[in-house]
C-alpha cells in the first residue's frame, strides 16, 4: 500500500529566476531533439540540462550528459538558482487546459511515495517497460541523486475527499507557482499544515495507485534504491532516502484526466494495393468513404464505443472502418483477458495490421504520431503508405487492465497534460529528505 510523506522540495529561487516558464520543461520522454534545442536556449538554467543533456561526441565515462547533469545540479544549488524548502510540503499542483472546447482543471498533489522493493502489487503499471530507457534514467539516478521529474501516479476517490481539501486550500491562499505554458494553466501552493497531510497520508494508505505515466523512471528508481541498499559503504540517509519517490497524484476521474490517441503510420506494406487493403478490410470491417481528414476524425469520434478506426492511404484516400466481426478478432489476439482483448490498440495490431493486412509490426515499421495533421503530412510526403487513426484509450480501460496485472500494448495511452518537470526536485541525502 502507498506510504507517502511531506518532503522539504528543491525549488527554483524568484529573486535568481524572475520567470519560471524560461526554466522547465516537459517529460524527458516527449523531449524531441528539436525541442532539446529550443529548450536549451530559452535559459542557462532549464532543467533540461538535468533530465535531458545533449550528447557529445567526445563523451567518455568521467563526462558524459549523466555527469553534466550533476555538475549542472550542483552549481545551481551552490549558486542558489535552487533552494531548499525550510520546511516539509505536500504541493498541491493544479493544470487547467481546454480539450475538446471544454475547460477541465486537474488538482492533484506532489508528495514523495516509498518504493515497492518486494515486489507487491499496490503500484500497478500498465504498459511494458524497455531496458534502454530503464539504463538511461538509472544512469541519471546515480549521478545526480534526486527525483527531477515527478512519476504520475493516479488514484481512485469516488467521493472526491482528498481533491475536496486540495481545491478549498488551494482557494484560500495563492500560489506561489503560477505559469502559463502551451495553453496549459499550472499553478503551485505548499500545504504545510502536518495535520491536513495527514489527513491525506492517511486516505491514500489503503489505495491502490496506479502508473499513468513514468513506468521506466519507477522501474530505474526500484533498482536504484536496490542497487544502493546492497552497497556497504553507502550512508545510512542515503539508503533510507533513496527508497522513495517523488510522485504526483491526481484523482482517477474519467472528469479530469484526458487521455490523447497515438495515431500510427505504416513505412512498409509489402505488395498491398489500395483496392487490396480496401477489399480485405472490406471482409471484416464496415468501410465508409470519408469526404475529407474533418469527415474522418468527426466519424470516428462518433463511433468512440465501437471499434473503429480511421485510415488514410494518401491522395484522398479517407476511410472510416468499424469492426463488424468481432468474436472472429478476438480468436486471433492470444490469450490475453477480454478486457486487452477490447482495446482498439489491440484490435488495430493484433487483428488489423498483423491478420487482415498481413503488415509487419514492428518498430521500425511503424511510427507514432499524436498529431493527425502530422500523420497526413507524412504520407502525404511519401515516407509513409497507410496512416490509422484511433480514439483514446478510455480512463476505465487503463484501471481494469492494469488491476489484472496485464500490460497494454506499446503507446496506448497518451496521458495530457504533462506534468512540468522542474516545478519541484526532490534531492537524495545523508538525511531522510522528510
Not at 500545504?191 to 495507485?209: A, G, Q, T, W, Y
Not at 533510507?240 to 491526481?250: I, P
Not at 464496415?286 to 494518401?314: C, P, Q, T, W
Not at 506499446?410 to 545523508?430: D, H, Q, V
Amino acid at each position: 500500500m502507498p506510504s507517502i510523506k511531506p518532503f522539504k522540495g528543491i525549488i527554483y529561487n524568484k529573486e535568481k529566476i524572475k520567470d519560471i516558464a524560461m526554466v522547465v520543461a516537459p517529460p524527458y520522454d516527449v523531449i524531441s531533439p528539436k525541442m532539446q534545442d529550443a529548450l536549451y536556449k530559452k535559459h542557462k538554467n532549464n532543467v533540461v540540462r538535468l533530465i535531458l543533456g545533449k550528447i557529445k561526441n567526445t563523451d567518455d565515462k568521467r563526462d558524459n550528459r549523466y555527469v553534466r547533469a550533476k555538475e549542472f545540479f550542483e552549481s545551481w544549488l551552490n549558486e542558489n538558482i535552487l533552494i531548499k524548502d525550510d520546511l516539509p510540503c505536500i504541493y498541491i499542483y493544479s493544470q487547467k487546459y481546454k480539450y475538446d472546447d471544454k475547460w477541465t482543471e486537474r488538482v492533484g498533489f506532489i508528495s514523495l511515495m516509498k518504493l515497492e522493493l518486494k515486489k507487491k502489487r499496490a503500484v500497478l503499471p500498465h504498459e511494458n517497460t524497455l531496458k534502454a530507457p530503464k539504463v538511461d534514467r538509472l544512469s541519471l539516478l546515480r549521478c545526480v541523486k534526486a527525483n527531477i521529474s515527478p512519476i504520475f501516479m493516479l488514484y481512485e476517490d469516488d467521493k472526491h475527499k482528498v481533491s475536496s481539501i486540495l481545491k478549498n486550500i488551494s482557494k484560500k491562499t495563492k500560489p506561489f507557482i503560477s505559469i502559463d505554458i502551451d495553453n496549459v494553466r499550472h499553478r503551485v501552493w505548499k500545504l504545510i499544515d502536518p495535520r491536513v497531510s495527514e489527513k491525506i497520508e492517511n486516505f491514500m494508505e489503503p489505495k491502490d495507485v496506479f502508473i499513468a505515466d513514468g513506468h521506466h523512471r519507477y522501474e530505474a528508481a526500484v533498482n536504484y534504491a536496490n542497487e544502493i541498499e546492497r552497497q556497504a559503504i553507502a550512508p545510512q540517509g542515503l539508503k533510507d532516502s533513496s527508497k522513495y519517490f517523488m510522485a504526483y497524484f491526481c484523482e482517477l476521474d474519467d472528469e479530469t484526466v484526458t487521455i490523447l490517441p497515438t495515431h500510427r503510420l505504416i513505412k512498409d506494406i509489402g505488395h498491398l494495393k489500395r483496392e487490396d487493403i480496401v477489399k480485405k478490410l472490406d471482409e471484416f470491417f464496415i468501410v465508409e468513404k470519408a469526404a475529407s481528414a474533418k469527415k474522418l476524425l468527426d466519424r470516428l469520434n462518433d463511433l468512440k464505443d465501437r471499434h473503429a478506426f480511421g485510415m488514410y492511404l494518401g491522395r484522398d484516400g479517407f476511410y472510416v472502418v468499424t469492426l463488424k466481426k468481432y468474436n472472429l478478432a478476438q480468436s486471433c489476439m492470444g490469450k490475453n483477458s477480454k478486457e486487452w482483448k477490447g482495446l482498439d490498440v489491440a484490435v488495430l495490431h493484433l487483428f488489423v495490421i498483423q491478420n487482415v493486412l498481413g503488415i509487419r509490426d514492428e518498430d521500425d515499421n511503424i511510427e507514432f504520431v499524436k498529431d493527425a495533421e502530422e500523420a497526413l503530412r507524412l504520407v502525404d510526403k511519401g515516407g509513409f503508405k497507410i496512416a490509422f487513426f484511433l480514439n483514446p484509450t478510455k480512463v476505465t480501460q487503463v484501471k481494469k487492465v492494469a488491476k489484472i496485472g496485464e500490460k497494454m500494448p506499446r503507446k496506448a495511452t497518451y496521458f495530457y497534460p504533462k506534468p512540468l518537470s522542474g516545478l519541484i526536485i526532490n534531492e537524495f541525502c545523508n538525511g531522510l529528505n522528510l
